[in-house]
């Protein structure tokens, strides 16, 4: 008998789990074989949890969170489509995240990186005659979560225009990173980039200077950003690699105090467990024409900031 290493032995096959939520929707368990975990709700697509070989959790939940359908809870990734914001008749976010998603049984293949030496499962939303009311446009989105050996969690979103006529659409993966204090923190990427300030009706402004840091309400959508982004927790000493594809903005939210406090499903102090940093397409909404896909992805990462300054290509 030749000596197997653990993820030679592991299962692929087996590496996620079908169970029932407590409002009885199904969620997913994604495991890989060094004991991070992954888990996802067919409410809304929603990634849960995502926890490190330690049994860290990496991602922020509200202690207020409400964890009843039909709204997405506060925390996790919540997907924003088929608008990010809130501008017309459409729900705030657009109503992906809001919907029943299905277990994709079928999907069309990926390239053999995206599944090899991965625990994953493949979701997909079709709209509803309810939806169609609101947006009538017929289009398949499948979305695959997939946690691999290192830890790293990635979400491919796969948008088909399925419908006779264009339709367009804006995007974002509201992730809700779980930090040690918001004060400690520290974005690096965004600098000298233009974003829109949702505080000033998306005013066009320039990011001066260094890293952005933390001390008073944000909420902006920076533009045309580098493909990683990194997030520095100087508190836990570790620092999360946001690495997108298709995705040209990012989003960065923290509501800060008087927001939270205006806000039922999160605790006063809390803003300072979590900051929001979005791979997102927003400033230039995405237009598919009758058959035509688009293809989204973030892989995000948790590293030591050591390991993270000394060998983590940013660009
Ligand atoms: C941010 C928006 O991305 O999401 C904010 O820019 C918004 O304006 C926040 O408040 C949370 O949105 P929601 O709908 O989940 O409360």
Known sequence: MGHHSPA?????????????????NSQIMLRNPQGASAR???????VMSWKNEQGEELL????????????????GI???????GNCGHLEQHGFARNKLWSIDENPPPLPP????GKSFIDLILKPSPEDLKCWPHSFEYRMRIALANDGCLSLISRIRNVNGKPFTFSFAYHTYMSVSDI????????ETLDFLDNLSQRERCTEQGDALTFETEVDRVYLSCPNAIAVIDHGKKRTFVVRKEGLPDVVVWNPWDKKSKAMLDI??????QMLCVDGAAVEHPITLKPGEEWMGRVELMVVPSSFCSDHLDLQ
């Open 40 to 46: 996802v709700s067919l409410h809304g697509g929603q």
């Open 183 to 190: 004060s400690e923190v520290r974005v690096e990427g965004l």
């Open 113 to 116: 990186n995206d599944s090899n």
């Open 8 to 24: 030679a032995v592991w299962d692929y096959r087996i590496a996620h789990e079908v169970s029932k939520d407590w409002n009885g």
């Open 60 to 75: 922020f939940t509200s202690t207020k969170a409400i964890f009843k359908p039909p709204k997405a809870m506060r925390g």
């Open 267 to 272: 605790g006063d102090e809390e803003y300072k």
């Open 78 to 84: 919540p997907i924003c489509f088929p608008q990010f």
